[in-house]
């Protein structure tokens, strides 16, 4: 084992000394949320939107999360491990109970899972190696998992809010987890309202009741915390942080994460479907300028690949810079006469996602590329038509490597909308997730980041900051590299001492 | 006088009995055109609902779910038999029923909407009458320019500039957002209200100014206001009894065109507020293409305009003689 927990490194999670400081609970923090919808659920497992996330961040656990330096660490369980090999783990629950003050036990985490197979819900995508048969319980607050195949990406899978453990008989209409808050008042696409468990597991919530408030759009957002209306505007838009800074009130908390609006090149359509072209492009981007105009500093330089959080990123690979000439001369080479048109789509999954592509427009055209850019509304953009479009710019990250290839790089991934392909990088993958050995490992994940640098499919120019902004009396505010939302969605560590 | 008014009854009722046989007709070529163009809309509420992420599978299993597989004939009439009987069906984002849905957002608009009305139609004909009598005074050109100044402004502007004037950069007395508690009727929310109803009356009211003050002049230079003044009548009775009283039917129906403004004006003014309305609800569910929701809010607007101008016809033809002997 003591080999095991060396190699695994990230994959064998044991809880550090759980302090739950006595901290008095008192007020109410109000939330700022752009926005909520008609569409957000209280069931975790059928979550798809930002405030379904976020709801579900309060009512429920997961096993597992990405903790304040990005690393994986253990939540309602108490330890991750593997066994001999990586097709058999074992979980720990640690001491913890419902809100409605029954325990926790290992029978509720299998009939979680018994019901996302049996519904047949979206989690089940992220735990395929999971066979729900197979599933020991040794005691009340022991799983053993005996995988389909093995894998190491086992408590990767659980850290998705979708994947929230919920007790056995879990009725949505009424829901009960054992999450820092319980629903209140549900409105939906208006407010949602929580009230402190006081015996959360680690420690009462600072906050005796926390409220999502929905705006249409970021400046309504920002002018409620101007008006003293919400205590937390989460997610606000670079633009808008000089307002925000203009007010000596209110302060803006901001951290590096690993979430990026990347461009998505259609290999099955013109131009993209020439790896020469699709080299030449990522010298078109001008990544430091998109940084400092449209995220006016907040936001980190990208290279082609993603999960700068995750301990396997290779750091070492040259840093791409823009470079208009050499893009042109490699056209040319190809036998290309500049310009070549490219059709962009794109939408607003984003505050900066047009502002991103406008500005790729002029840096592509200095470099032989005419950008002929279509702006079209998310319902319209994530269609019929999602996946056909020859250049888009998509929302991701917040995954660890394999997940982010299993979601949209590897031959079966279900999101690949470039539709690029490589037999070399998924036999790559196949290795490295049932690679016990902590080098190899790495060796194998640097060659297929390596892969992605100098063929793929994906312009990752920038990272993007989380940046939240709040009164001055708001305090606690930690970093969240992989978690897409502010402080990580730990409204329960957040003092509001106004 | 016996025989005559239960005859004078039964033509208005005769009339509005047409009105009402001509607003049902109405009602449903608007509920045609409102099924198909949403039908038309670009996108899906299935891949809305289920996300980037979603799988075949899942689509295929959600959209017979939701009855989405089944020719568009079937779905009209199912539809248009469920609201006659008062079912709108239910959301198909949030599986809902839609009445559910909207009954605090009606009760929101409404107040919004009646508040606005209470406050612009006085005010509105006060300075009406106040520019007519005097055409090229000081106060007709105030007003007109006043008017023109916002009428030239999108509502969403107007409502961004109170929004710096009173809430955020010049005073901050006013809260800039309203997101509405829907525990607590919107009439025991009076700050939210202020600057969405200042808002929707500084828009509205410079149509219903523009009729008063047209319709006035038109009566200060009759016949019969010339008489009234010649026979030594008060100006301020002449203007109300004389001028007013004739001018009052064609502003009623300006009026009624008003109501049909604000909730057409509620849908950018609630956005701008984040008022949980009517109007916020339906640029939510047409983003969300939530067709349930938006054929519900398009038809519930649509009858509630048609009702304002089947009433204010009916003001017009008990305020006029003339047109209720035309009709006989």
């Not at chain 1, 195949?149 to 659980?158: I, K, L, M, N, R």
């Not at chain 2, 009339?15 to 449903?28: E, T, Y």
């Not at chain 2, 030239?152 to 997101?179: H, M, Q, R, W």
């Amino acid at each position: 084992m003591k080999i095991l927990t060396a190699v695994l490194g990230a994959s064998v999670i044991v809880v550090a000394g759980c302090s739950a400081p006595p901290t008095a609970t008192s007020g109410t923090l109000r939330v700022g949320i752009v926005s909520l919808a008609q569409s957000d659920t209280l069931d975790p497992a059928a979550a798809t939107t930002a405030g379904g996330y976020a709801i579900a961040a309060q009512l429920y656990d997961t096993l597992t999360e990405y903790g304040p330096d990005g690393k994986l660490r253990p939540r309602l369980a108490e330890s991750v491990e593997p066994g001999k090999t990586a097709d058999e783990w074992t979980v720990r629950l640690r001491d913890a109970s419902w809100q409605n003050g029954d325990p926790v036990t290992a029978k509720d985490v299998v009939a979680t899972i018994q019901r996302w197979f049996d519904q047949k819900l979206p989690p089940t995508t992220l735990v395929p190696f999971i066979d729900p048969a197979k599933i020991d319980v040794p005691d009340q607050h022991t799983l053993v998992f005996h995988l389909k195949y093995p894998t190491t990406t086992f408590s990767d899978a659980f850290t998705s809010p979708t994947a929230a453990i919920v007790p056995a008989g879990f009725d949505p209409k009424h829901p009960v987890g054992s999450g820092p808050y319980a629903l209140d008042d549900f409105d939906p696409g208006v407010r949602v309202t929580f009230k402190a468990d006081e015996h959360y597991w680690n420690g009462a919530p600072h906050s005796k009741t926390l409220e999502f408030v929905s705006f249409a759009d970021g400046s309504s957002e920002v002018n409620a915390l101007l008006g003293k209306q919400i205590d937390v505007a989460s997610q606000v838009d670079p633009a808008l942080v000089s307002t925000v800074k203009a007010d000596q009130s209110l302060q803006v908390s901001s951290f590096p994460s690993s979430g990026t609006l990347t461009w998505v090149m259609n290999v099955q359509q013109k131009p993209f479907d020439d790896p020469v072209v699709r080299q030449a492009f990522r010298l078109a981007v001008d990544r430091q300028q998109l940084i400092d105009q449209v995220y006016d500093g907040y936001a980190t330089l990208g290279n082609d690949y993603f999960s700068p959080f995750d301990p396997l990123y290779d750091h070492d690979l040259p840093q791409r810079t823009y470079d208009p000439n050499r893009a042109k001369a490699v056209l040319q080479a190809a036998g290309y006469t500049a310009p070549v048109t490219v059709q962009l789509v794109g939408t607003d999954n984003r505050p900066t996602s047009e502002r991103q592509n406008q500005l790729l427009i002029q840096q592509a055209a200095a470099a032989g590329f005419d950008v002929q850019f279509k702006q079209v509304d998310q319902a319209t953009f994530y269609g019929d038509a999602y996946g056909t479009y020859p250049l888009s710019l998509s929302y991701w990250g917040f995954l660890d490597i394999f997940d982010q290839a299993a979601e949209t790089i590897t031959k079966d991934a279900p999101y690949n909308s470039s539709h690029w392909t490589d037999p070399q990088y998924d036999k790559l993958f196949d290795q490295a997730v049932q690679t016990i050995d902590e080098p190899a490992r790495a060796d194998l994940v640097h060659r297929m980041q390596k892969i992605e640098y100098d063929s793929g499919a994906y312009v990752v120019p920038v990272f993007l900051d989380s940046v939240t902004a709040h009164t001055a009396n708001v305090e606690g505010f930690e970093a969240y590299p992989n978690t897409d939302g502010p402080n990580g969605y730990h409204f329960d560590t957040l003092t509001d001492k106004g | 006088m016996t025989t005559r008014e239960p005859s004078e009854a039964r033509l208005i009722a005769k009339l509005l009995g047409r009105r009402l046989a001509i607003g049902v007709v109405m009602m449903i070529v608007v509920s045609l055109l409102v099924f198909t163009l949403t039908q038309a809309l670009p996108g899906d509420i299935v891949r809305q609902v289920l996300g980037q992420t979603a799988t075949p599978g899942q689509i295929t299993r959600l959209r017979a779910e939701l009855g989405l597989d089944k020719p568009l004939v079937v779905q009209y009439l199912h539809w248009l038999g469920g609201m006659v009987s008062g079912d709108f069906g239910s959301s198909l984002a949030s599986h809902t029923p839609v009445a559910d849905l909207l009954a605090s957002r009606i009760q929101n608009t409404a107040t919004l909407v009646a508040i606005t009305i209470v406050i612009t139609v006085p005010l509105a004909v006060a300075l009406g009458v106040l520019s007519a009598r005097r055409p090229g005074g000081v106060a007709d050109h105030l007003v007109s320019a006043s008017a023109q100044l916002v009428l030239s402004l999108p509502e969403f502007v107007v409502g961004i500039i109170f929004i710096l004037l009173f809430a955020t950069n010049v005073t901050k007395v006013l809260p800039p957002t309203s997101v509405l508690d829907s525990r607590l009727p919107a009439i025991a929310q009076p700050e939210l209200l202020i600057l969405p109803v200042l808002t929707l009356a500084v828009t509205a009211s410079p149509y219903l100014i523009e009729s008063v003050k047209t319709a006035m002049r038109e009566q200060l230079v009759s016949e019969h206001v010339r008489w009234a003044r010649l026979s030594g009548i008060g100006e301020n009775r002449v203007i109300v009894h004389f001028g007013l009283r004739n001018a009052l039917p064609s502003s009623i129906q300006v009026a009624a065109m008003t109501v049909a403004y604000l909730l057409g004006g509620t849908v950018a003014i609630e956005t701008v507020f984040s008022f949980p309305g009517l109007g916020a609800e339906l640029v939510d569910a047409v983003a969300a293409r939530d067709i349930p929701v938006v054929q519900a809010i398009v038809m519930i607007v649509g009858a509630a305009s048609l009702v304002g101008y089947i009433l204010a016809d009916l003001a017009v033809i008990l305020l006029t003689p003339r047109v209720r002997t035309a009709v006989a």
